[in-house]
């Protein structure tokens, strides 16, 4: 079992950046994969990044790329991700997720693939 906690929520003017750390515990916090997803009104919930269990692999949703940077601190059992020049658009709820420590090296971009989420945390771009 693994207890995901997100914080760093809030509201934000376009162009502007934020930090989302996740908090992970559990036996295996430091070589899960993680990945964060959000949700907005209305619409399902959708994969932002992803990084593997060893920090060596991330991937990132199409939107996220060059503005959205995912890692990790397995010293801290901590996941955080980077978000710059937000837009309106980023608008959701987003949440943490770890996945199970099958192979090391791997990122996953399916909900599927994690069966371990934290509880969300709103993130308001608007002017």
């Known amino acids: 079992q693994m207890q995901l906690v997100e914080s760093g929520g809030g509201l934000v003017q376009p162009g502007g950046s934020l930090r989302l750390p996740c908090a992970a515990s559990?036996?295996?916090?430091?070589?899960?994969?993680m990945g964060w997803f959000r949700q907005a009104s209305g619409n399902e919930r959708e994969f932002v990044a992803g990084?593997?269990?060893?920090?060596?692999?991330?991937i990132y949703t199409d939107s996220a790329k060059g503005r959205f940077t995912i890692s990790r601190d397995n010293a801290k059992n901590t996941v955080h991700l980077q978000m710059n020049s937000l837009k309106p658009e980023d608008t959701a709820v987003y949440y943490c997720?770890?996945?199970?420590?099958?192979?090391?090296?791997?990122?996953?971009?399916?909900?599927?693939?994690?069966?371990?989420w934290g509880q969300g945390t709103q993130i308001t771009v608007s002017s």
């Open positions: 997720a770890a996945g199970r420590p099958t192979y090391i090296a791997a990122a996953y971009s399916r909900t599927n693939d994690y069966p371990y």
């Open positions: 559990g036996r295996t916090a430091s070589t899960s994969p």
């Open positions: 990084i593997s269990g060893n920090g060596g692999r991330t």
